[in-house]
């Protein structure tokens, strides 16, 4: 099982751009589907992107699509969301969590039993 740890987070004005990380401990990262998720104050968490093992694959929430981007390097044990084109209604605490052997398609709707401490986005208008 991987350790995560969520860095990179906030504050920034519309438009702007961030880039989240997520650092994981483990020699089994590397067979582990990614993902990003969010909660904003007063909402369930949410999916936003997922991507497989090897990277080849991507999946986003439709809210994000076109503006975010996951990628990994599995070389360093980590997982980046970029965020461009921020709105206000991106401001959340972003969450990284990952299952052995998923697809991407199973991340959005899986129910993880632990998340790390997540790092804050504040999207100001």
């Known amino acids: 099982q991987v350790q995560l740890v969520e860095s990179g987070g906030g504050l920034v004005q519309a438009g702007g751009s961030l880039r989240l990380s997520c650092a994981a401990s483990g020699r089994t990262f590397s067979s582990y589907a990614m993902g990003w998720f969010r909660q904003a104050p007063g909402k369930e968490r949410e999916f936003v992107a997922a991507?497989?093992?090897?990277?080849?694959?991507?999946y986003y929430a439709d809210s994000v699509k076109g503006r975010f981007t996951i990628s990994r390097d599995n070389a360093k044990n980590t997982v980046y969301l970029q965020m461009n084109s921020l709105k206000p209604e991106d401001t959340a605490v972003y969450y990284c969590?990952?299952?052995?052997?998923?697809?991407?398609?199973?991340?959005?709707?899986?129910?993880?039993?632990?998340w790390g401490q997540g790092t804050q986005v504040t999207v100001s208008s």
């Open positions: 969590n990952g299952a052995q052997y998923a697809s991407v398609y199973d991340l959005e709707q899986k129910r993880f039993g632990s």
């Open positions: 991507i497989s093992w090897s990277g080849s694959r991507t």
